[in-house]
């Protein structure tokens, strides 16, 4: 009799990479996964992420969670559709090819564990080694070397990923004192040892995420649909050109009154990044801001009206990377017609469907200041991306909508395989959409510490080299974001060039107003000429500077 559950190694391996349908979930699960805790992960043939982890729950809790994510992995690569696909090299060569992150999350653990003393040595010391680092490239042409390494086979990964599986349940079973000691709210960055799996399990989640923007990356050809998440349903059908109010919204700015926000994690009971933790204060001024994010159609005007090719939209380095990458419409369009037709398709993690206009774009940083520019221009405002600190103070949640019981009006935690459209996760009552969810949301801020910032000794690296003025926050959360990314929280990065799940909200800039450390007066413009100037303070004195040469000169 056909085994459907549990298959020899061999023959799961083979079930596994090869382009053939499976008809239970269980199929594409390794047969070394502890069915008890897989159960839990586990609905109606789909896969589930669980809610976030309270960190001072016990065993069975970590388990269950631990299997979660462990199995998350295991379901996102089956969309893998050959085994060539795990060693295509990114079109950007910005990062390594996806047989790395299967083996990295894994090998994450056992360096995390060695570092805690949890076990006193590691299972292969080579592979440790080659999936230690990953890679975050600090410019766009950059190729990683990666024809250069000699990466493992899937099969030595796979065996590898069982190894360190079962190491890991083993030390979760049989260090019952692990759990004795509670992780208390006031020292969450000591060491506990503890600290070192919750760590593994939320980075393992980070990589769950980029592994699938990777993957919607990859040519359609190497991916297939995994089929065991909830798949969305998209609801427009080919439209050539979109319209607004009929394909898309329009998008109101509405005005916020000044207040007061608090940045540093809050939640206790959650497991948080080094960079979370310490306390801002910070004032936030009126300001006006979209309601929703922007659209696919509403970025459309800017590609109809040559946005890209018009070089006053783009700061230096944008330029310089929209130049080399020599593109003209955002990356996740696919050209349905000859380049300059503006006909487009919709490239979704696993698949190329029909534009949605409805959705929110996703861009990387320049593009969305590109965009901003190009519409400041045509409205007569100063639009620009929310600081972290605006983002902040729309997002008034009681509580943190990870812990929340009332998730279906937040696109996030895999509950839906897509962005979905701009004007359906209401979260406030005067019509603000997506503080949470659905795409991440580029701000204006670098990426920086909080007041009272401390490294965590398990990760030293994980923020502070980022702390270099060259990576840009991103806010919100996505439609993939699960666990501690999923957290209000959270406080995430990228460089401007990189794409994520990641698209942007508007702000109309007010007066008086700080950018890039200058105190900004005000700005004006002659109505004969259309010329922009900027009045701002500079050691003490007030100056003046065409908005252009001031962009130019502070936006590089
Ligand atoms: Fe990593």
Redesign the pocket.
């Known amino acids: 009799m056909k085994s459907k559950i549990v298959l020899p190694i061999a023959k799961s391996f083979a079930k596994r990479f090869e382009p053939i349908n499976f008809t239970k979930i269980e199929e594409i699960l390794p047969s070394y996964i502890d069915k008890n805790y897989s159960k839990h992960s586990i609905i109606n043939n789909k896969i589930i992420s669980l809610q976030s982890l309270n960190i001072n729950s016990g065993k069975e809790e970590y388990l269950k969670y631990f299997n979660n994510c462990w199995l998350l992995t295991e379901v996102l690569f089956s969309s893998l559709k050959y085994k060539e696909s795990f060693y295509q090299t990114p079109y950007h060569s910005l990062r390594h090819p996806l047989i790395f992150y299967y083996g990295?999350v894994a090998s994450?653990y056992v360096n995390k564990m060695l570092l805690a003393g949890l076990i006193d040595k590691g299972i292969n010391k080579e592979f440790e080694n080659i999936f230690e680092t990953?890679v975050d490239e600090m410019t766009w042409d950059v190729n990683t070397q990666d024809n250069k390494i000699n990466w493992p086979t899937l099969q030595e990964v796979f065996t590898y990923r069982e190894e360190a599986y079962n190491l890991v349940t083993d030390i979760i079973n049989k260090n019952e004192q692990l759990f004795t000691t509670k992780i208390s709210d006031e020292t969450p960055l000591d060491k506990t040892p503890l600290w070192s799996l919750l760590m593994s399990f939320e980075?393992e989640r980070?990589?769950l995420e980029t592994s699938s923007v990777l993957i919607r990356e990859m040519q359609i050809e190497y991916v297939r649909n995994p089929k065991y998440f909830t798949e969305p349903t998209h609801h427009q059908k080919e439209s050539q050109f979109p319209r607004v109010e009929i394909d898309y919204p329009e998008n109101e700015l509405l005005s916020i009154e000044s207040k007061v926000v608090h940045i540093g994690k809050k939640d206790i009971t959650t497991y948080g990044w080094d960079n979370e933790y310490g306390l801002d204060t910070r004032k936030v001024s009126d300001f006006d801001v979209s309601q929703y994010l922007i659209s696919n159609g509403e970025f459309f005007e800017f590609v109809k009206d040559d946005g890209y090719y018009i070089d006053k939209y783009w700061c230096g380095n944008g330029l310089s990377w929209r130049k080399f990458r020599n593109t003209y419409h955002p990356t996740f369009w696919v050209a349905n017609g000859p380049k300059d037709s503006n006909l487009f398709k919709l490239r979704s993690c696993f698949d190329i469907i029909d534009m949605q206009w409805n959705y929110p774009v996703i861009v990387n940083h320049y593009e969305a200041k590109a965009f901003c520019r190009y519409k400041s221009e045509l409205d007569a405002k100063n639009y620009r991306l929310p600081f972290e600190a605006e983002h902040r103070a729309l997002q008034d949640f009681e509580t943190d909508p990870i812990n929340s019981q009332f998730h279906n009006n937040f696109n996030f935690n895999l509950q839906n395989l897509s962005e979905n459209a701009v004007n359906i996760n209401k979260h406030t009552e005067n019509n603000l959409h997506d503080l949470h969810g659905n795409v991440w949301q580029w701000l204006e801020d670098d990426f920086h510490p909080l007041k009272g910032f401390k490294i965590h000794s398990y990760y030293k690296d994980f923020s502070t080299p980022c702390f270099d003025g060259k990576h840009k926050m991103i806010a919100g959360s996505s439609f993939f974001s699960t666990g501690n990314l999923a957290s209000a929280d959270s406080r995430y990065h990228f460089r401007p060039h990189f794409f994520q799940h990641s698209g942007f909200r508007i702000v109309n800039d007010k007066q008086n107003y700080i950018k890039n450390n200058i105190q900004i007066e005000f700005e004006t413009i002659n109505q004969a000429t259309g010329v922009k100037y900027i009045i701002f303070k500079e050691n003490n004195e007030l100056k003046v500077l065409e908005k252009e040469s001031f962009d130019a000169r502070f936006w590089q």
């Open positions: 990295h994450f990953g980075h980070i990589h």
